[in-house]
């Protein structure tokens, strides 16, 4: 069984049921999970985007338990508190993106080991949701699946898309593949960035905690990606849009000022997705999970109605 895992408690704002447990990856990397167990309708796997950590669904996962859900979410590979994959802890990296899967199996594995109530459901944002159509694609036991600003594109002007291929791909055959991409640099975006503006969320009250968070514990805070990392993702997002989409009920959320994740895969596969159905979002952000009150309702509310349409 994992070991015990710290979980900060106090700027997780969540359900006082959260525990934590190690994990390690069929490669050897270690991770971190976080449990909320209370639930009688089933379980959601949250998949958390890049940078994040599981503290930041504290909030969500008490939403949740209110509608009668178990949470179960991760730290991925380098980041938050599981095994940072450079001597610069600061640079989101992975070696190759599937890598990501072997993270997935040792959630399942977890769950599975825990009795976490079924039956399962994928709740997936940003990167997360990148990491979450691979796995349904490999089978992942879900009854149905809400995606949030999936990360299946990279927002990349015209101009500097070809750019992006040929300098990532460049360095990731050399030492330079662990330099930061262009435009990011070691500081986490909500340290660095003011709630003025910010590509994340419209709510000035969840932008503050998000700063809290990594103020109160920087260990958890994570800078721009590298140059190999964003090469794997554009090689990911590739691979991906050629294959179809499983036949597995999904329901999308994107808000209408989306500047993080390129929009145009999302309508593109969700517009041939068996059953799919994307919701826009007026004015929302790029984390519509931490957005203003009426918009966080609206959205708790309408996946725990797809969650229940499909028990």
Known sequence: MPGTAPFHHRVAEGPGTAEAVWATASD??????AIWPQGDRGTVLLFPGRTEYVE????AAQDLAALGYATISIDWRGQGLADRLLDDGNTGHVMHFPDYQMDVAEMLAT?????????????????????????????????AVVFT???????????????AWALSWAARHSRFGRLYAPGTK???????????????????????????????????????????????????????????????????????????????????????????????????????????????????????AHFAAHP
């Open 28 to 33: 050897g990397v270690r991770l971190r999970l």
């Open 186 to 304: 070691p500081e986490t975006y909500v340290k660095a960035e003011p709630f003025e503006d910010n590509s994340l969320t419209t709510d000035p009250g969840m932008y503050a905690y998000m700063q809290r968070q990594v103020a109160a514990h920087p260990e958890l805070a994570l800078g721009g990606p590298s140059l190999h990392w964003l090469y794997e993702a554009l090689i990911e997002n590739r691979a991906m849009a050629r294959m179809a989409s499983p036949a597995i009920p999904a329901l999308t959320f994107l808000g209408t000022n989306e500047r993080i994740v390129d929009t145009a895969p999302i309508h593109e596969r969700m517009g041939r997705w068996p059953g799919g159905e994307l919701r826009m979002i007026e004015g929302a952000e790029h984390e519509v999970i931490m957005e203003r009150p009426v918009i966080r309702d609206r959205f708790f509310a309408e996946a725990a």
């Open 111 to 143: 769950a599975q080991a825990r009795g976490l109530p079924r039956p399962w459901y994928l709740l997936a944002h940003s990167m997360g949701g990148g990491i979450g159509l691979r796995a349904l694609m490999h089978g992942l036991p879900v009854r």
């Open 56 to 59: 930041k669904y504290g909030r």
């Open 149 to 163: 600003a999936p990360m299946w594109g990279i927002r990349l002007s015209s101009r500097l898309r070809p750019i």
